[in-house]
């Protein structure tokens, strides 16, 4: 599974941003993709993730704000950023966790894209 992550930027405080995430290869296996962001000296956290069935799941600080949708025929994952503030800015990673027929779990990366919010 390859995911390609697009839609970083500079934003102003209360703007918005979408992101997305383009997986290929064997997206048939893939379970769940998702966003993670991480700050210099911080962990990688979760952001917002969503199930092949539509499941969503998001990180306290996001709730309301953020929101994860998936077109499944694109194999795409976006993530919808909205009323965005300085606390927001972070390098923002897609992942996607895939279920072989073998019932093997893997966990794929994306390349981390730039999010700059300014006050």
């Known amino acids: 599974v390859q995911l390609q992550a697009s839609g970083g930027g500079l934003v102003q405080a209360g703007g918005s941003l979408r992101l997305s995430c383009q997986a290929s290869?064997?997206?048939?296996?893939?379970?769940?993709i998702g966003w993670y962001r991480q700050t210099p000296g911080k962990l990688r956290e979760l952001v917002a993730d969503?199930?092949?069935?539509?499941?969503?799941n998001y990180g306290d600080s996001v709730k309301g704000r953020f929101s994860i949708s998936r077109d499944n025929a694109k194999n795409t994952v976006y993530l919808q950023m909205n009323n965005l503030t300085p606390e927001d800015t972070a390098v923002y990673y897609c992942n996607a966790d895939v279920v072989t027929s073998d019932d093997e779990y893997y966990g794929y990366w994306g390349q981390g894209t730039l999010v700059t919010v300014s006050s």
């Open positions: 969503i199930t092949k069935d539509g499941n969503t």
């Open positions: 290869g064997s997206t048939s296996d893939i379970y769940s």
